[in-house]
């Protein structure tokens, strides 16, 4: 027999494909036994058509073309015989799909199949329109799928279910033709058609409102039965699994329970009583039973309240976490995190199997209990857990101590209830984990320090001792050597020593040593010897005795090749030398940064705040909260909205005195370098008062960081510091405070402004629909014009009473947003009433950006949600 003709059977084909031992030999066994299918083909040989069509199946599961053969399906499909029906619609369900257009052609031939007196075929029909049915062919046929879903065999009936959920999918408007025969369907004793009406139930409450509301009404009644009995049944050889009775059906009425029970109180009320059966009768040592269970704690925690319910729920989760295997573990810390939005204090009772969780070798679920512990936090626990997480982070792995720091400095930037134990729990995170800490974390611990002026000593003594251990730990070190150039004095002379603290004895000279070890060290980067450099230069002011060894520490850099470290230790050497009358106003102690401020330009970079009337934005106490990007110079304000110009040298000379993370290198030479007020904006940072009036003079004429100008009419920057003298900083004292260029941006205290009742603003209609009219009235306290207080006001112009009334509001990051609760919840109807709110607003940008805000208003109107949305920028332009 010839091997590649249509008399060759389907296993001798893949026998002689199998046998290739290389790919071109597999590919010319196909491309032979393919001419010879064309050859049958084209002969139109009927006797081995189905075989043909057989083996072009396996050759397209192969990934070879076969559409070659696809009238083929279409020939068998329309042979009357059940055998060559059956291949000819697997061919059709395999080789085609609903985009091909041949498929119009196959309509016909489905439509007879469906009417058939063969169920089998009957059956063959309804399969392959379940799989390839196009939204043509879905309307052609629906009513034929619609008969058959009363039809005497189950197996058909099934079968048309299945297909009905096809339709339904591609046509949602014939959704409901399917609604009375399926509640009639839904009381079936057959398990294998009730399965399948279930789905097709859920998919038509998904499409349909009307459905949902019609099933709510007519069938959770009856579908709370169907559970009870399958809950009670007896043992059934033909539905048992692992002892427990049609574990699927159970689960797909729990979650069909779950559809009809969601936003309907009724409904829920009316399978209360089940779900408790099945959460306490399901046994927990089988995973059919362990599947069960979670689909009953889903349908809980997603019907309407049931506090005790819940309480069960959560507490079969808890059991779930105890348990060995890692998926089940898994899952109940997922619905976890969403019962804590819905009954957080009966997850607080697991705490400590969650805490136990963060400590498993599996990852995955490390990761997920400890965003699950970062939820859980609050103001009542977050000593204890902070503890429990911090003492987790001396034993954890190195891949995970990234994760974790980030959830642990998270919390206590936002949850501290005190500075001291802010200071105390950072330092702890910075010696185990600082090589992993952003840059944001160390730059808002400055901040707080800053502010923390009754415990700059006991800080600056507990860095000192920090850096002694964790000498590696790179954030550590910045944060120690920062302190220790602002308040080395107090180190030296233990000011502010505190009950808890021990006795140190640390002399100026040890002081000197600890940042001398720092910028010798090897893997000191640039940011961290920079800053090194920088607290040399202030501690030589602080510590006069040391101030040559300073400076040759300080020379040490100069054959640099790093051009920063190279340009700061030739300029300091110059201050350190040849200006001691100026060194001292360079490098006095930096101004207490205000806290808030400084939240609102990390806030900056990112997305809008939004307050909604359910609760007030989280109150930060220590004002600095996780970022994504925020560098150090945000204290000043040099990153605010206007750029600095490209060649100025300010920025730079600034940074210095901060420390911070270095920018690029400074001018291009035989360029002019412009730069506005930049004496005034020097000397009042350094808190020496403003300079002369306008003299032409820049502060790249006082202090220049980059390379030498070119230009000959341009001083070099040592000739700068060498002409200027005291009498030009006490020149500078003289001048009015009026004309200080604020560098601090509001660090600062407010200037005093007379007092007056502020201007009136009329009020303006800030939203209208059909429906709903809000009206905003504007007042301003005396002293602060950047506050706007706005009172919104809200009326219901329908008949209709609206419910669960939610205001909701969004502003750029130049505004900061605050809502007060609503007066009230529900609105009454046809004016009669109305809805008061208070919003306060300030405008960091007053007087160069007015308000602008966009507003979402959700309500239920006969149970029904409903949602409006707009944007409001009429406001007076000088708010």
């Given at each position: 027999?010839?091997?590649?003709s249509s008399?060759?059977?389907?296993r001798?084909?893949?026998?002689a494909?199998?046998?290739?031992k ?16 064309r ?5 139109n040989?009927?006797?081995y ?11 397209h599961?192969l990934?070879?073309?076969?559409h ?5 399906c279409l020939k ?9 029906k059956?291949?000819?619609y697997l061919?059709l369900?395999?080789l085609?799909?609903?985009r091909q ?5 196959v ?10 007196t063969?169920?089998y075929i009957?059956g ?6 379940g799989?390839i049915s196009?939204?043509e062919m879905?309307r052609?046929l629906?009513?034929e799928v619609?008969?058959l879903?009363?039809?005497r ?6 079968k ?5 959920i ?7 408007d014939l959704?409901?033709?399917f ?6 369907l839904?009381k ?5 058609v ?7 139930c859920?998919e ?9 509301e019609y099933f709510?009404?007519k069938?959770?009644?009856g579908?709370v039965?169907v559970?009870k ?5 007896p043992y ?5 699994i692992s ?19 969601h ?7 009316l399978?209360n009583d ?7 009768k ?7 039973g ?7 704690v ?16 959560i507490?079969?989760?808890g059991r779930f976490?105890?348990?060995r295997?890692n998926?089940?573990?898994y ?9 804590i ?9 697991h705490r400590?199997?969650i ?6 070798s599996d990852?995955?679920?490390?990761k997920?209990a400890l965003?699950?512990?970062y939820?859980?936090?609050?103001e009542t ?6 503890k429990?997480?911090?003492d ?14 980030a ?13 001291i134990w802010?200071i ?5 995170v910075l010696c ?6 952003k ?13 923390a002026?009754?415990l700059h ?6 860095l000192?001792r920090?850096i002694?251990t964790?000498g590696?730990q790179e ?6 050597v920062?302190?220790?150039g602002?308040?080395g004095?107090l180190?030296v002379?233990n ?12 002399t100026?000279n040890?002081a ?11 893997t000191?980067?640039?940011?961290t010897r920079a800053?090194?450099l920088?607290?040399?230069l ?8 040391c101030?040559?060894r300073?400076k040759?520490i300080v020379n040490?850099s100069?054959g640099s ?7 700061r230790?030739?300029?300091?050497d110059?201050?350190i030398e040849?200006?001691q009358n ?5 490098v006095?102690?930096m101004?207490v940064?205000?806290?808030?401020t ?5 806030a900056?970079?990112?997305p809008a705040?939004t307050s909604?009337?359910?609760g007030?934005?989280l ?13 150090l110079?945000d ?7 206007e ?23 400074a001018?291009?030479?035989g ?8 004496t005034?904006?020097l ?6 008062g ?5 003299n ?5 004429d ?6 030498d100008n070119?230009?000959?009419n341009?001083?070099?920057s040592l000739?700068a510091l060498?002409?200027l003298?005291l009498s030009?900083?006490t ?6 405070a009026?004309?200080?260029?604020d560098l ?11 007092k007056?009742?502020g ?5 303006i209609?800030a939203?209208?629909s059909?429906?709903?009219?809000l009206?905003f ?12 207080e ?6 219901n112009?329908?008949?209709g ?6 205001f909701?509001a969004?502003?750029?990051?130049f505004?900061q947003?605050?809502l007060?609760?609503?007066?009230s919840n ?9 809805i008061?709110?208070?919003?306060r ?12 805000m966009r507003?979402r208003i959700?309500?239920?109107l006969?149970?029904k949600?409903m949602l ?5 920028s009429?406001?007076p332009?000088?708010?």
């Amino acid at each position: 027999m010839n091997p590649f003709s249509s008399e060759t059977r389907l296993r001798d084909m893949i026998r002689a494909i199998r046998a290739c031992k290389t790919a071109a030999e597999e590919r010319a066994v196909v491309r032979k036994e393919c001419a010879s299918i064309r050859a049958a083909v084209s002969d139109n040989d009927n006797d081995y058509r189905h075989r043909n069509l057989a083996k072009l199946m396996f050759i397209h599961m192969l990934g070879y073309p076969t559409h070659f053969g696809q009238m083929e399906c279409l020939k068998l499909i329309a042979a009357p015989g059940f055998p060559e029906k059956r291949i000819g619609y697997l061919g059709l369900m395999l080789l085609l799909d609903e985009r091909q257009e041949v498929l119009m052609l196959v309509t016909n031939s489905l439509k007879q199949d469906l009417n058939h007196t063969n169920q089998y075929i009957v059956g063959l029909a309804l399969c392959a329109l379940g799989n390839i049915s196009s939204a043509e062919m879905a309307r052609d046929l629906a009513p034929e799928v619609e008969r058959l879903l009363q039809f005497r065999d189950p197996n058909v009936r099934k079968k048309a279910a299945l297909c009905s959920i096809r339709i339904i999918k591609k046509v949602p408007d014939l959704a409901e033709n399917f609604v009375n025969p399926v509640a009639s369907l839904l009381k079936e004793k057959h398990h294998g058609v009730l399965l399948t009406v279930i789905q097709l139930c859920a998919e038509l409450c998904t499409v349909s409102e009307e459905a949902l509301e019609y099933f709510r009404k007519k069938c959770t009644e009856g579908l709370v039965k169907v559970l009870k009995d399958a809950v009670n049944s007896p043992y059934a050889p033909e539905y048992d699994i692992s002892g427990i009775a049609d574990p699927f059906l159970q689960i797909r009425l729990l979650r069909i329970l779950r559809i009809l029970g969601h936003g309907d109180a009724d409904a829920s009320d009316l399978m209360n009583d089940i779900l408790a059966q099945v959460a306490t009768k399901t046994e927990s040592n089988k995973n059919a039973g362990n599947a069960i269970l979670y689909e009953c704690v889903e349908t809980i925690m997603s019907i309407e309240d049931s506090g005790g319910l819940r309480v069960l729920a959560i507490n079969i989760l808890g059991r779930f976490l105890s348990n060995r295997d890692n998926n089940i573990r898994y899952v109940a810390l997922n619905m976890l995190m969403k019962a804590i939005s819905v009954d957080g204090q009966a997850v607080q009772r697991h705490r400590a199997t969650i805490l136990e969780c963060v400590k498993d070798s599996d990852a995955s679920i490390r990761k997920r209990a400890l965003e699950l512990v970062y939820l859980l936090v609050n103001e009542t626990n977050v000593k204890p857990l902070t503890k429990e997480l911090v003492d987790y982070l001396e034993v954890s792995d190195q891949d995970f101590k990234g994760d974790l720091t980030a959830k642990i400095c998270s919390i206590v930037e936002k949850l501290s209830p005190e500075k001291i134990w802010y200071i105390d729990q950072m330092l702890k995170v910075l010696c185990e984990a600082g090589n992993y800490v952003k840059d944001e974390v160390w730059h808002g611990l400055i901040v707080v320090i800053t502010n923390a002026t009754n415990l700059h000593g006991y800080t600056v003594r507990s860095l000192y001792r920090a850096i002694q251990t964790s000498g590696d730990q790179e954030a550590v070190v910045r944060v120690a050597v920062w302190c220790i150039g602002e308040y080395g004095d107090l180190l030296v002379n233990n000011v502010g020593m505190l009950d808890l603290e021990e006795p140190i004895t640390v002399t100026e000279n040890d002081a000197v040593d600890v940042i001398e070890a720092a910028i010798k060290r090897h893997t000191s980067d640039l940011t961290t010897r920079a800053m090194c450099l920088t607290a040399l230069l202030k501690l030589s002011s602080r510590f006069p005795s040391c101030s040559q060894r300073i400076k040759e520490i300080v020379n040490q850099s100069k054959g640099s090749l790093l051009l920063e470290l190279q340009q700061r230790s030739i300029e300091f050497d110059s201050i350190i030398e040849k200006h001691q009358n100026l060194r001292s106003a360079l490098v006095e102690r930096m101004p207490v940064l205000d806290e808030a401020t400084y939240s609102v330009r990390r806030a900056g970079s990112l997305p809008a705040d939004t307050s909604t009337s359910q609760g007030n934005p989280l109150q930060i106490p220590n004002g600095v909260p996780k970022t994504i990007d925020a560098p150090l110079l945000d204290l000043l304000d040099l990153g605010a909205d206007e750029p600095a110009p490209q060649n100025s040298s300010a920025p730079n000379f600034l940074q210095d005195l901060l420390g911070g993370d270095i920018l690029s290198s400074a001018s291009q030479p035989g360029t002019t370098q412009p730069q506005k007020s930049g004496t005034d904006v020097l000397l009042d940072l350094l808190s020496t008062g403003p300079s002369p009036a306008q003299n032409g003079s820049s502060t790249t004429d006082i202090l220049s960081l980059g390379p030498d100008n070119n230009n000959s009419n341009s001083k070099t920057s040592l000739n700068a510091l060498d002409s200027l003298s005291l009498s030009t900083v006490t020149q500078a004292q003289s001048v009015p405070a009026s004309s200080v260029i604020d560098l601090l941006d509001g660090f600062g205290p407010n200037p005093t402004v007379p007092k007056d009742n502020g201007p009136a603003y009329p009020p303006i209609t800030a939203f209208e629909s059909g429906s709903l009219s809000l009206v905003f009235n504007f007042s301003k306290q005396p002293g602060s014009p950047q506050i706007t207080e706005i009172e919104a006001k809200f009326t219901n112009k329908s008949s209709g009473i609206y419910t669960d009334f939610i205001f909701q509001a969004a502003v750029p990051k130049f505004l900061q947003l605050h809502l007060e609760p609503a007066s009230s919840n529900t609105l009454p109807g046809s004016g009669s009433g109305s809805i008061t709110q208070k919003l306060r607003v300030t405008n960091n940008q007053h007087g160069k950006k007015s308000l602008v805000m966009r507003i979402r208003i959700s309500y239920k109107l006969n149970n029904k949600d409903m949602l409006e949305e707009g944007q409001i920028s009429n406001f007076p332009r000088d708010l």
